[in-house]
């Protein structure tokens, strides 16, 4: 199962934001959208409602002023001006066709200009000029004020309203996520509805109840093909059985060596497979000992390959089952001896064992999504094995409540594209013996 399958990678940098802070800055983006809106009304309502008003004024006292001009002939009323150079030109020409009128200039510098007019006796223009009045001018600062104040307040509510909502839609949906992990890794009996709770139902309990059908739809479907894979192997080891005896009993030679060597690897792969059905049904149970794990790992793979060079670094006591752990190593070793080169090194630390070699470590797609069955490291599966060696190892490792862990060896720094020198798979053994199958220790 090695080999280095590469394909090339575009990086590309994501930035993930929580659910809670996209909402929140939603519902702020808006507020304040709204609130400059609104103010922007409200400030020109009320600029044009005090200048309608002053305008009335302005009227008012015009009309006064005329009344006054028309009994005396003389312009006795406060601010009136008599033909007035600096009136307006369409003021006046409202004047000209008879009219009394009023105006509004604008002026940066100091504000807006209300002026009124009326024409007199004796072809004379009596005019009004008063400017915006210091009060006025108060007024609407104390309301931009307010407008601004409460601007503030209404992106911060709604802020403070989106994360408060935000983190209850993000707790459940993380609720959501961490229960549909601990499915994919195998615990048939989490649901993601009853991970979530809660008394509301909205779309997420919808999400839930859609990914706990999948669930279900996809158990069944795994159960039946273990129960066929598991049915099909057992049918076949009577055949194979009875095909490796009649094997033996031929004349010696080159042809039956090749018949028997054939049937045993048929016979081996029909036990595998068993074993790997087994192991997919979740009901293998670890027969527990109390063993010193360096002296047993020294001692089982000396008997299987004196070359291979075993390192005890810390010696330790653990409770596991020896058949199975066995199983995982003499596996992990095959591996290596398959796929990896020489020399081929076990270290047992405390409750750690590692295996290396120094062949062209494991393919990507491995470290990836960890072992698979029939997939080996050869891309036209033309390599030797079916690749049940490292998911019989992984399966077993499962039942001992252990993590076993692959990655490749490069050099401090060197990036991705440089070979690897070698392969390791790293076997976590619990600080506690399992109490149920799937259990997995916390790496150190």
């Known amino acids: 199962m090695r080999g280095i399958l590469r394909s090339p990678v575009t990086e590309r940098v994501v930035m993930r934001t929580g659910l809670r802070w996209k909402l929140s800055a939603a519902i702020a983006l808006v507020g304040a959208l709204v609130a400059v809106a609104l103010s922007l009304v409200v400030h020109n309502a009320a600029r044009v409602s005090m200048l309608d008003n002053a305008r009335d ?53 100091r504000g807006p200009d209300i002026w009124a007019a009326v024409p007199v006796k004796g072809g004379h223009v009596l005019s009004l000029h008063t400017g915006f009045t210091d009060r006025s001018t108060d007024i609407l600062k104390d309301l931009d004020q307010a407008l601004v104040i409460g601007s503030i307040a209404v992106v911060l509510g709604g802020s403070a309203l989106g994360v408060l909502i935000g983190g209850q839609l993000s707790r459940r949906l993380r609720k959501a996520a961490a229960a549909a992990n601990q499915m994919a890794k195998g615990e048939t009996d989490v649901r993601v509805r009853d991970a979530i709770g809660g008394v509301v139902q909205d779309e997420t309990d919808d999400l839930a109840s859609a990914v706990d059908a999948m669930a279900d739809a996809l158990q069944q479907r795994l159960e ?169 190892a992984a399966g077993q490792a499962r039942v001992l409540g252990a993590r076993l862990t692959f990655r490749n060896v490069r050099p401090a720094g060197a990036p991705d594209e440089i070979p690897s020198e070698g392969a390791v798979a790293v076997l976590w053994l619990p600080e506690h013996a399992p109490t149920a199958t799937g259990s997995h220790p916390l790496l150190p």
Do not use: W
Not at 64 to 79: C, D, V
Not at 83 to 95: E, T
Not at 301 to 318: F, G, L, N, Q
């Open 224 to 392: 039946a093909e273990r129960r066929v894979t598991a049915d099909i192997a057992h049918e076949l080891r009577t055949p194979v059985t009875g095909l490796l005896t009649a094997a033996e009993l031929l004349p010696p030679g080159r042809p039956t060596e090749l018949v028997l060597d054939r049937a045993k690897a048929m016979r081996t792969l029909v036990e595998d497979v068993l074993e790997v059905a087994r192991l997919d049904g979740a009901s293998e149970r670890a027969e527990l000992q109390d063993i010193l794990l360096g002296e047993f790992v020294a001692r089982r793979v000396a008997a299987k390959d004196p070359e291979i060079e075993v390192r005890v670094v810390h010696e330790s006591e653990v409770t596991t089952d020896p058949r199975r752990l066995e199983r995982v190593l003499f596996n992990l070793l095959a591996n290596a001896a398959r796929h990896g080169k020489p020399p081929i090194q076990v270290t047992v630390e405390g409750r750690v064992i590692r295996v290396r070699d120094h062949g062209p470590g494991f393919p990507e797609d491995l470290l990836a999504d960890g072992p698979s069955r029939f997939r080996t490291g050869s891309a036209d599966r033309a390599g030797h094995g079916h690749g049940l060696g490292l998911t019989i």
């Open 57 to 109: 004024l302005a009227d008012e006292r015009i009309r006064i002023a005329q009344r006054n001009y028309e009994l005396t002939g003389k312009p006795n009323f406060p601010s009136i001006v008599v033909d007035d150079r600096h009136l307006p030109p369409p003021l006046r020409r409202k004047v000209e066709e008879g009219r009394r009128a009023t105006f509004v200039s604008d002026r940066p510098d």
